[in-house]
């Protein structure tokens, strides 16, 4: 790993920052490396207000997306709201019906198959609200690239409106609004929101234009909070507001679905990263081993007892993905040192029968053995489709673009995009991602880098140190973790490797044989037991955590490397 050390902020801002948040200096420190630099920042990041929110009519088109739902709704017009098949898009087509519904009868959901229909709009969902008599589709986390579709839904006598956050191409679709923060003539302030985000801001907009009180909008939040987490979009700006409340909405009357999954936990309040790890990919189980709409059932279901049966069903499905999961990574792992590719500056690796819908996990999980850009194909009807992932600080989208030659259509972020190419085309495109990373991506940026905010000794860690801290949350790109170093540290005997297959690492250190030993543990690091033996000295990387064992909660240290 590369240990990469943040600029150490000016002293003087820190001292000034420390003297008037009456914190500490390390405390000061975090915050200015988040842009925090006086008290008035300080406040509305540690004690964020919906009032904040922008109004969501800055946001282009948003007038004209309000006035056509209101004229549907006036002429009793059916009105269907598509969306993805993954988290965010089944957030936001939960969150957009069911407000809906309780403004106008006529509302119908629309989720495409996974695998008859791919991502994004669909001809076959057209062809649904024509054949069903609905004039409008609200389409969400998708349909900024839809210019054909959306001409094709025209032709149908079809409105659309499109609630998107991607990045748009040089053309727009033909719709009668499209509300997407990235769109260069947008001015709304904040460009980071999810679909689901944008969701919330037009049912925030028709809420505003009915009088209704915004208060009527809280119940919401746990969708938005959840799509934000999920959809590893930026926890800053409006995204923080909207992940803070909508954690309260989870942690105190969270809707059945949530409350369904998350009944069997044994922890008492979530976190966004319990949201990311326990909800989210539950949500996102039912549209990669079944149909998304399983997962739109169980979260706009308002009975309890209903809603665990719902639950049920998508546990099973995500101890399907599990399993699918890990037999794919072990056969694509394979695949690699048979093919003597384990020195490429890329991983692309395809085998016709491997489940479409866990191929995004198992390029993430190949990053983790072979850190670099990634794709992992299967056979999607007459041609092959992928997810790609990428590693910190390089583009995957853009060396997807120099690659468009190769490939039929392809969408997404800067580290996660999906793709469709002819399947003779694949060595091709296999050879010219090959070229473009090796020429494109810097060498340090394939190996992988912890970014360390501040050095700090062991006796700066106190209950009130991390009582800060754990303010500093929701956690996510943008306010990441804080993450220290310190040195000289000596482990006092206590040291060993375990789990079932000795894989993990246990440690209890002091720094320079004095003060209060604390203890520590490394996941997947028993492989660094020797650097810690016989008394010798060495420097962590970790994040805080508490550890609860017997019912007694101590203070650790969450290895993320030893030197």
Known sequence: ???????????????????????????????????????????????PTLDELHDPFLMKDMEEAVVRIEQAIT???????????????????????????????????????????????????????????????????????????????????????????????????????????????????YDELCGCGVGFKLISALS?????????????????????????????????????????????????????IIQQLKKNILTITDVVFIIAPRINAAGRMKHGNHAVTLLIEEDYDIACEYASEIEQYNADRKEADKVITEEALKQIKDNDETSRKTTVVYQEDWHKGVIGIVASRLIETYYRPTLVFTKSGDMLAASARSVKGFDVYNALHECKDHIEQFGGHKYAAGLTLKEENYEAFKQRFEEVVST??????????????????????????????????????????????????????????????????????????????IGGIGFNMGNKYDLISNKKPFNVVYALDENEWNGAVSLQLLIKDIK
């Open 440 to 517: 494109t991506c810097p060498e340090q940026l394939l190996i992988p880098e912890v970014t360390i905010e501040s050095e700090i000794n062991l006796e700066e860690i106190t209950p009130k140190f991390y009582r800060i801290l754990k303010q500093f949350a929701p956690f996510g790109p943008g306010n990441m973790r804080p993450i220290f170093m310190t040195k000289n540290l000596i482990d006092t005997g206590y040291g060993k490797k375990v789990g079932a297959d000795q894989t993990h690492l246990k440690i209890t250190v002091t720094q320079g044989n004095k003060g209060k030993p």
């Open 75 to 189: 002429q009793g017009e059916n009105i269907l709201v598509y969306g993805d098949y993954d988290v965010d898009g089944t957030t936001s087509v939960a969150l957009m019906s069911s407000y809906l519904k309780t403004i106008h009868p006529n509302i119908a959901t629309y989720i495409p198959d996974r695998y008859a229909e791919g991502y994004g709009v669909s001809y076959m969902g057209i062809d649904y609200a024509s054949d069903n008599d609905m004039t409008l589709i609200i389409a969400l986390d998708c349909g900024v690239k839809a210019i054909e579709k959306v001409a094709y839904a025209k032709e149908k006598g079809v409105d659309f409106i499109i609630c998107d956050h991607h990045r748009p191409g040089p053309e727009l679709p033909d719709a009668v609004a499209i509300l997407d923060p990235k769109r260069e003539d947008c001015e709304y302030p």
């Open 1 to 47: 790993m590369r240990w990469t050390i943040k600029p150490i902020p000016d002293s003087e801002k820190a001292k000034a920052l420390s003297t008037s948040l009456q914190v500490d200096k390390t405390v000061a420190q975090l915050l200015i490396q988040r842009g925090i630099d006086n008290y008035e920042k300080a406040k509305t990041f540690f004690r």
């Open 208 to 260: 505003r234009k009915r009088n209704q009180p915004f208060s009527e909008l809280h119940p919401y939040l746990d969708l938005v909070a959840t799509a934000i987490g999920a959809d590893i979009v930026p926890i800053t700006g409006e995204n923080r507001i909207l992940a803070y409340y909508g954690l309260q909405v989870i942690n105190t009357a969270p809707r059945a679905g949530f409350k369904a």
